[in-house]
């Protein structure tokens, strides 16, 4: 399995709920990634877990909170959104530095993300 | 940290000819340079790549060159067909560092004129 799943596809919220976006990898890659994307922008990382640890948070409000129950799974939960944080929302996966010299990342499909 | 600049953001090419994007790279130690194909509504795919210790690489209409002395690299498209138009990103990986991520260029929005 060479593929980065990701669910919902698609999501509608308001500003006062509670949601989560999950993502899901069997490649037995160690590091996972969950990147922030707008219109015509590169993707925006967010959030880098290594060994199911969060080793990099690139300043993200903690209305955004991240969770790695195991080494297959990536969670990131949604609490009081604003509408400027309708995006993409990229997951992606990698072998880490320490598993390899290299670490191409493959990118799931993402979820398009609408606050209203 | 790593800066990567990438040019142009927009280029037009009328199909069959050769499209080059540029990119260039601050940090020395970085040792890997991926390319990433995003059509619109979709993943970012990796279409090809080069580590530090190539100068250039090829897989069939696509080429990759790197020149580590001036810290920049280039994707070549060659006979472009409309399946190209995109958006294409560059990006670097740190080498040394503890952080397990990549740098993005900015992008490049391709298209291919019929």
């Known amino acids: 399995d060479t593929e980065v799943t990701q669910t919902p596809k698609h999501l509608v919220m308001g500003m006062t709920n509670k949601k989560s976006l999950k993502c899901e990898q069997h490649?037995?890659?160690?590091?996972m990634y969950w990147y922030k994307q707008k219109a015509k922008k590169p993707p925006e990382l967010m959030f880098v877990?290594?060994?199911?640890?969060?080793?990099i948070n690139e300043s993200v409000p903690s209305r955004f909170s991240p969770e790695c129950p195991n080494s297959s799974l990536l969670n990131l939960h949604l609490h009081a959104l604003q509408p400027e944080d309708s995006a993409l929302y990229l997951c992606a996966s990698s072998q880490t530095l320490r598993q390899g010299s290299y670490n191409e990342q493959f990118f799931g499909p993402g979820t398009r993300l609408t606050v209203l | 940290g790593e800066n990567v600049e990438q040019h142009p953001s927009t280029l037009s090419v009328q199909e069959g000819d050769s499209a080059v994007i540029k990119c260039t790279y601050s940090d020395s130690a970085s040792n890997y340079f991926p390319w990433y194909k995003q059509e619109l509504g979709k993943r970012p795919q990796l279409i090809i790549d080069?580590?530090?210790?190539?100068g250039e690489k090829k897989d069939q209409r696509i080429a990759v060159t790197l020149n580590k002395t001036a810290k920049h690299f280039s994707l070549h498209i060659t006979e472009t067909q409309p399946e190209d138009s995109a958006v294409y990103f560059c990006?670097?990986?740190?080498?040394?560092?503890?952080?397990?991520?990549?740098?993005f260029g900015k992008g490049t929005r391709l298209h291919i004129l019929p």
């Open positions: 877990y290594s060994y199911e640890k969060l080793s």
């Open positions: 080069i580590r530090s210790n190539v």
């Open positions: 990006a670097a990986t740190p080498q040394g560092g503890r952080d397990d991520k990549i740098i």
């Open positions: 490649m037995g890659h160690r590091a």
